[in-house]
């Protein structure tokens, strides 16, 4: 088990630009998070799937965001005309549903610097 | 609708007190409720959960959780901290799959 790594681990990137991120979540796992993260606050929750199913979207996933899982296995993230204000910790989860409980391991993120 | 609110964003205490971080949560549901740590740089690392069963749940580093679903909360609590556990600490409540996430509680431990 070699817990959920995400990549890369760093991202410096100039307003307009596209970025993906990448996670790989614990092998087995069949739910998969991203949240996001802001400075001096807790995670927020933007989407997960189950499988390669995409199941939740939050409203803070604005059209310019958008994420894949396509063989339920590892997932991106991809933020398109990035701005100033996507400046964030990006964080990745996994889970394996069990008797309807949810317990989710996080990767160590993806920190996004828009200049 | 479900929300996490950690009273306090600072706790300064000395090495080998006892210390307290407050939790409450709103929900119209049953949840699952969380303890997160989290280290400069580093992803969220769980620390405790309750899911059902026992209101007391413990962590394998000495803290310790009390779910009390009349006063909706689930405060965390150490009898003696070491400078190790200076950390942010969150605590979650999950529903669905989805958590929420309280801004977290800076834990502070002096020598």
């Known amino acids: 088990d070699t817990g959920v790594s995400q990549n890369p681990r760093h991202k410096i990137t100039k307003r307009g630009q596209n970025v993906t991120f990448r996670c790989d979540p614990i092998?087995?796992?069949?739910?998969l998070y991203w949240y996001r993260q802001t400075l001096g606050q807790g995670p927020e929750f933007l989407t997960y799937f189950q499988n390669e199913a995409q199941l939740e979207k939050s409203r803070l996933l604005s059209d310019r965001f958008s994420a894949e899982r396509p063989k339920g296995s590892f997932s991106t993230l991809e933020i398109q005309r990035t701005e100033q204000g996507d400046s964030a910790m990006y964080l990745c989860a996994s889970s394996l549903t069990s008797g309807g409980t949810d317990t989710q391991y996080f990767g160590p993120g993806t920190r996004l610097t828009v200049l | 609708a479900q929300s996490v609110t950690q009273l306090d964003s600072q706790v300064p205490v000395f090495e080998e007190a006892p210390v307290e971080l407050r939790c409450n949560y709103s929900s119209s549901v049953s949840v699952y409720l969380f303890w997160y740590v989290q280290y400069p740089n580093q992803g969220l690392q769980l620390l405790l959960k309750y899911l059902s069963g026992s209101t007391l749940v413990e962590s394998i580093n000495g803290f310790e959780a009390e779910f009390n679903k009349s006063q909706t909360s689930f405060h965390l609590r150490k009898p003696s901290v070491h400078i190790s556990d200076t950390a942010e600490y969150f605590c979650a409540v999950s529903r669905a799959g989805k958590s929420t996430f309280g801004d977290g509680t800076t834990l502070t431990v002096k020598p």
């Open positions: 092998s087995e796992h069949n739910r």
